[in-house]
């Protein structure tokens, strides 16, 4: 199972490498929105830095909804999805490369959000071991969740519209945890922000578990 | 709800076994445990929503509203703190029972459905799924009624009434994805997923929720009286019996619906085939097909 997910992810970085629709797009349109959030909010003013956590992870959100029907519609084209059914790769497996794949290309938008938000918007990194965390923790549940519901909707003519309707409230408490682990990281208690590193993680462990078991019948079933 | 046109219908073929009425209609529901590969003959099963057994489920449930007016609006006294707002109660906590009732039933006949494939449980499962929503807006709509003049306000942000928001965006996604016009096993493979998720992911939010509100504030929502009595605790009652009895109905209702779709569905399918066969009988292949497509 290992072996055929190092597999897929290769072949999904490797098309993403070739193609750079992360790099190109995906990327500037992330800086675009932090850019945009201190258009709407003042950025002199208070609100703005108290928001912080809060739009940098709405900002990977809705980035991370790119990068997760990207991801999904390598499959679509010139019968992939019959070539992975056909090809004898654990399904699972299958899952646990895209997963990894999608978390590589948010781990570098996550980085460059980071220093987007110290530059723009001034933020502080305090308390790096929590900050880490959190990201490694919310990576991997965006990562699995969204690589889970990009197969229920590849394929689908509405795909686009339909992604976001059901990704983000299942993403609801990502958000929630996420940004209140950021928010003690950088200007709370760190301690505070354990408990939700660890929310992450059960939802990361959870929907790992979920997207292994579903995807073989996904794969054959559509 | 979507109109069908039941194989039974006048304009319909006659159905080829023979109908038994309500009997056939009440096993409706066996009949969908059956082998799914088995093809039950076009006009089989129940030819209508509504059955004997049905319309009386449907007296009692409007009998029992009738009863839940008079008990909630005139025999029930009004509350010392609350007045007559009270009364929404009666209406709001019995519709957030059931509409987590739906949200199980979708849960549970989704994985029923991935494990058995049959399909009376992805009937079932869009059921629960609908069901629950027409429950989850009357929570939202009586729960922002009471909130005005209790709270000051029509939304706070509570654990359970932003729980209650989130089913209520997860619901719409699944019926959203039920109402694609693709391969209907490939949907119902797809939403089956979804359906399985739902009730963990009502589950997840409703934590991440609680423990993220009440890190700002105590619980906002006043607990209802746990000494509720009297007429009071009679009136929640039938509440609970009225609108059980209209979940009941609407369940029934919208499962026999989906039931008849899945069958239209293969009639049209079956009546599709059995004209190329036709074609491919006749040997006359080389003309234009649209010509030879009558009805068999």
């Known amino acids: 199972m290992w072996r055929d997910a190092t597999l897929v992810a290769g072949r999904d970085l490797r098309v993403e490498a070739r193609s750079r629709v992360t790099v190109n797009q995906v990327a500037p349109f992330a800086l675009l929105v932090l850019i945009l959030f201190a258009f709407a909010l003042d950025p002199e003013g208070p609100v703005l830095e108290r928001a912080t956590p809060g739009l940098y992870w709405v900002t990977v959100l809705f980035s991370a909804l790119l990068a997760i029907a990207r991801s999904a519609k390598l499959d679509e084209a010139d019968g992939v999805r019959d070539a992975l059914r056909l090809s004898a790769l654990d399904p699972a497996g299958v899952f646990a490369g895209k997963a990894v794949a999608v978390a590589a290309e948010l781990v570098a938008l996550e980085l460059l959000l980071g220093a987007g938000v110290v530059v723009l918007y001034g933020a502080d990194p305090a308390g790096v071991g929590l900050l880490v965390a959190t990201c490694a923790a919310a990576t991997a549940a965006v990562a699995t969740a969204g690589t889970l519901y990009g197969a229920l909707v590849s394929g689908l003519r509405v795909r686009e519209t339909l992604l976001p309707l059901l990704l983000l409230p299942v993403l609801a408490p990502v958000l929630i945890g996420a940004t209140r682990a950021f928010d003690a990281a950088l200007g709370g208690v760190p301690a505070d922000g354990w408990p939700w590193c660890g929310l992450l993680a059960a939802f990361a462990v959870l929907y790992s578990v979920a997207g292994a078991l579903a995807y073989g019948t996904l794969l054959e079933g559509s | 709800m979507t109109a069908t046109t039941p194989a039974g219908s006048p304009s319909g073929p006659p159905p080829t076994a023979p109908a038994t009425g309500a009997a ?273």
């Open chain 2, 24 to 296: 056939s209609a009440a096993g409706a529901s066996a009949s969908a445990g059956g082998d799914a590969g088995h093809r039950p003959p076009a006009g089989a099963g129940p030819a209508h929503t509504g059955s004997a057994a049905t319309r009386a489920v449907g007296w009692l449930a409007l009998a029992s509203l009738a009863l839940l007016v008079l008990y909630g609006l005139v025999i029930s006294p009004a509350d010392r703190e609350m007045d007559d707002v009270v009364r929404l109660m009666y209406v709001h906590v019995p519709s957030a029972t059931y509409l987590y009732l739906g949200c199980f039933i979708t849960t549970l006949a989704s994985g029923m459905w991935l494990w058995k494939r049959t399909p009376g449980w992805d009937a079932l499962a869009e059921t629960g799924a609908e069901v629950a929503l027409v429950f989850a807006f009357v929570t939202l709509l009586t729960g922002s009624l009471w909130g005005r003049p209790t709270w000051g306000t029509y939304w706070t942000w509570d654990a359970r009434l932003t729980t209650t928001a989130v089913l209520t965006a997860l619901l719409v996604g699944y019926l959203a994805l039920r109402r694609l016009d693709v391969d209907p096993d490939a949907r119902s493979t797809r939403a089956a997923v979804v359906g399985l998720l739902l009730v963990p992911n009502v589950v997840i939010v409703n934590r991440s929720v609680e423990w993220w509100r009440s890190l700002h504030q105590s619980a906002t929502l006043a607990r209802i009286d746990p000494t509720i009595e009297g007429d009071m605790l009679v009136a929640l009652m039938v509440g609970f019996l009225a609108l059980g009895l209209v979940f009941t109905w609407l369940t029934i209702h919208r499962f026999r619906v989906a039931w008849l779709e899945q069958q239209a569905d293969r009639v049209d399918l079956d009546a599709a085939l059995a004209a190329r066969r036709a074609e491919a009988a006749d040997g006359d292949l080389d003309s234009d097909p649209h010509e030879k497509v009558t009805p068999a």
